[in-house]
């Protein structure tokens, strides 16, 4: 079964500073990947997703995402965080085939100081 | 389009008692999930259902239950309430159909927020 790890369980950044959150997964065959984010109050949306091809990938609101299959992670990235971007946000897998549920990572909750 | 509903959107139960959410899928959404949200634990997956059957199961007790109705809206029930039940239960509904690919966009609803006291 596939597992989800973030490492990183609060965040907190001053605005303009560049993010990264760790995300690792395991699970020994091909992965589709994703990033959620659920802003305070708000339901959880999708952030950036990873089925194949360039393993960089963008997403909404300047978002970006690297998949590295050799490391097992999914490590997501922003150049200059807005107070906005205060959100818990998570990292989740699911198995590339068949009807695989998705697994979610415990989440890393990040906050920006104006 | 409409997004994912989720009814009620908070509800306050004793223990033992049972509970019924409801989730209505975004239109065209064949496939609805149910994920129980803890500050501790992050999303569980309680179950997934597809055209009326249950297609997953996460590790949940079986007080824990689910349904699908054939115009794909989706109720789950928690018998037998427990102190721990206390959290937000998400559903998701995706496009995906039978026999295709993986391809597991999944959109979420506003949550239950389920106490139990």
């Known amino acids: 079964a596939q597992s989800v790890s973030q490492h990183n369980h609060h965040v907190i950044l001053s605005e303009a500073a560049s993010l990264e959150l760790g995300c690792n997964y395991s699970?020994?065959?091909?992965?589709?990947l994703f990033w959620y984010v659920q802003y305070p109050g708000q339901h959880l949306q999708l952030l950036l997703k990873?089925?194949?091809?360039?393993?960089l990938v963008k997403g909404i609101k300047g978002f970006e995402a690297e998949f590295i299959k050799s490391k097992f992670s999914f490590n997501l990235r922003k150049p200059s965080v807005q107070w906005s971007d205060t959100a818990e946000y998570f990292c989740?897998?699911?198995?590339?085939?068949?009807?695989?549920?998705?697994?979610f990572g415990t989440g890393t909750r990040l906050t920006i100081i104006p | 389009k409409a997004g994912v509903t989720q009814t009620p959107r908070y509800l306050i139960k004793t223990r033992g008692q049972q509970v019924t959410l409801s989730c209505s899928p975004i239109?065209?959404?064949?496939?609805v999930s149910w994920y129980q949200q803890t500050p501790g634990q992050g999303l569980q997956f309680l179950f997934e259902?597809?055209?009326?059957?249950?297609?997953n199961k996460g590790n949940f007790p079986g007080r824990f239950s689910g349904r699908q109705f054939s115009n794909s809206r989706s109720e789950m029930n928690v018998s037998t309430l427990e102190l721990g039940d206390s959290a937000l239960y998400l559903c998701?509904?995706?496009?995906?159909?039978?026999?295709?690919?993986?391809?597991?966009?999944?959109?979420f609803g506003p949550g239950t927020r389920l106490t139990v006291l």
């Open positions: 998701a509904s995706s496009r995906e159909t039978q026999g295709a690919r993986s391809y597991n966009e999944q959109f």
């Open positions: 699970y020994g065959g091909t992965v589709n």
């Open positions: 239109s065209g959404h064949r496939s």
């Open positions: 990873y089925f194949s091809g360039d393993p």
């Open positions: 259902y597809f055209s009326e059957t249950q297609r």
């Open positions: 989740a897998v699911n198995a590339n085939f068949g009807n695989e549920k998705l697994t």
